[in-house]
């Protein structure tokens, strides 16, 4: 295609762009091709061990089959927001007593068989605090979570009061933890019932004797897709 302009400047830039369309055109089409072509073009042109190098670094990226493609599109995360502090000291006044409180309670914890003394510390609204501790039981089933006995005892006192936080700590009597104790599926969902119910998020602070305290906002960052019906 020729075109006749007079200008050189213009013819210049003119020149320019075409340029950079063909170069563009040219980087897609064939960056398509090898979309398409490049683990049959890797197959062979790579040696065998340099292959299974790359397979392996690279296999999302080779994955090109328009079935896992679709798949990929429907897969989703979820970001799950939590603070850790290293121990009380940053906490708010209320919560490092409502933690102490937990601590307090999980000394005269019921836990022959496990060893793992809980206590735990349920907040209410109007800044009533009631503690609780896991019972065990010989017939192991039986027993009940440090977290269940103080949110059932606190909403079968107060079932009108809405639950604000509550503190967790672990205090085992035969080893040391190296971790904070965070409630198990049981109370998650528990939790959940009473945050729904009561349309007012419970703040979760999980301790123990390591030390490290972690704090979620509501108790729905511990259980995504909890049971409904
Ligand atoms: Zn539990």
């Not at 320019?16 to 398509?32: A, E, G, H, P």
């Not at 999980?206 to 030390?211: I, R, S």
Request: hydrophobic letters at 40%; aromatic letters at 14%.
């Amino acid at each position: 295609m020729y075109f006749l302009i007079k200008n050189a400047k213009i013819q210049f830039f003119f020149e320019l762009w075409v340029i950079i369309s063909k170069f563009f055109i040219y980087f897609f089409t064939l960056s398509s091709i090898f979309s398409i072509y490049r683990r049959r073009i890797l197959s062979f042109y790579l040696p065998y061990h340099l292959k299974k190098i790359f397979l392996q670094q690279y296999s999302h990226f080779l994955c090109v089959n328009k079935k896992q493609t679709r798949l990929s599109l429907r897969d989703k995360s979820i970001e799950i927001k939590y603070t850790v502090f290293p121990d009380t000291t940053e906490l708010s006044l209320e919560n490092r007593r409502l933690m102490e409180k937990a601590q307090e309670a999980s000394f005269s914890a019921y836990a022959p068989y496990s060893k793992f003394r809980v206590g735990a510390a349920v907040l209410l609204d109007s800044g009533v605090v009631v503690v609780g501790n896991n019972q065990e039981n010989v017939s192991y089933p039986e027993g009940l979570c440090a977290e269940r006995v103080a949110v059932f005892a606190a909403m079968a006192q107060y079932p009108q009061e809405k639950i604000k936080t509550i503190a967790i700590y672990g205090n085992p009597t035969d080893y040391e933890l190296n971790h904070f104790v965070t409630p198990c599926g049981a109370c998650r969902q528990v939790l959940m019932e009473y945050e729904q119910r009561n349309n007012s998020n419970i703040c979760v602070l999980c301790g123990g004797t390591a030390g490290e305290i972690l704090t979620v906002e509501s108790i729905k960052q511990l259980l995504p897709f909890s049971f409904k019906m």
